[in-house]
């Protein structure tokens, strides 16, 4: 049973290019997160999708990032433009239910570099 | 205004003693509270989690207690060992919202052999 993947693990952006980072959550897992760590940080949430649905989007720029998560494929987070404060480690994680005692699972993170 | 906070940025004990992890928050309607042990380049991996109707979970080595009326929580390492070694977030969050944790800026154990 596979954990989180998250593809690419390295991302290396010129200013003002286009980054896409996506994120495929544990097999059943209907609940995805992100998050950002800058460095010597701890996690920032940034938004909560639920199959096609955006639950909560409090932690999200309000320019240049998006994210969905399609009825097929993965999530999707998407930078536009990117700038050199983007450059942190993105982490997705998901969980099997949204609410109670659960935990997230995360996975590896994208490292996102611009240049 | 951060919410979580772990003063420690770094711990540094003997084999064998214990290790003593401590993170303080201020918000009122966190009521789940999550400790996750981080090392370089790999996401964070859940250690243990404490629920406010409880004041003390325990597994295996690990042990999480929470004071509620100090808004404080502390993770027990017992015995330590250098395979323990890493950066640990305490995170907490609403019980009705799974996702939207959180976290502390970390405190990094280094567990000398």
């Known amino acids: 049973n596979a954990g989180v993947m998250q593809n690419p693990r390295h991302l290396v952006r010129r200013r003002g290019q286009e980054a896409r980072l996506r994120c495929s959550p544990v097999?059943?897992?209907?609940?995805v997160y992100w998050y950002r760590q800058l460095p010597e940080e701890g996690l920032k949430f940034m938004v909560y999708?639920?199959?096609?649905?955006?639950?909560?989007e409090s932690g999200m720029p309000k320019e240049r990032f998006s994210a969905e998560f399609p009825k097929e494929g993965p999530s999707i987070l998407r930078i536009q433009q990117v700038v050199r404060g983007d450059s942190a480690a993105y982490f997705c994680?998901?969980?099997?239910?949204?609410?109670?005692?659960?935990?997230?699972?995360f996975g590896q993170g994208t490292r996102l570099t611009v240049v | 205004d951060q919410q979580v906070k772990q003063n420690s940025p770094s711990l540094s004990v003997q084999e064998g003693r214990i290790s003593i992890l401590n993170c303080d928050y201020t918000?009122?309607?966190?009521?789940?509270f999550l400790w996750y042990k981080k090392y370089p380049a790999e996401g964070p991996t859940f250690l243990i989690s404490?629920?406010?109707?409880?004041d003390k979970n325990e597994d295996g080595r690990f042990t999480v207690f929470l004071n509620k009326s100090a808004k404080h929580l502390s993770l027990h390492i017992v015995p330590s060992q250098p395979g323990d070694s890493a950066v640990y977030f305490c995170?907490?969050?609403?019980?009705?919202?799974?996702?939207?944790?959180?976290f502390g800026d970390g405190t990094t154990l280094t567990v000398k052999p």
């Open positions: 994680a998901s969980s099997p239910q949204g609410t109670g005692n659960t935990e997230a699972f």
């Open positions: 097999k059943g897992h209907s609940h």
């Open positions: 999708l639920q199959k096609e649905n955006i639950i909560d």
């Open positions: 918000n009122s309607m966190f009521d789940y």
């Open positions: 404490i629920s406010s109707i409880k």
């Open positions: 995170a907490a969050r609403p019980y009705t919202n799974a996702g939207k944790s959180t």
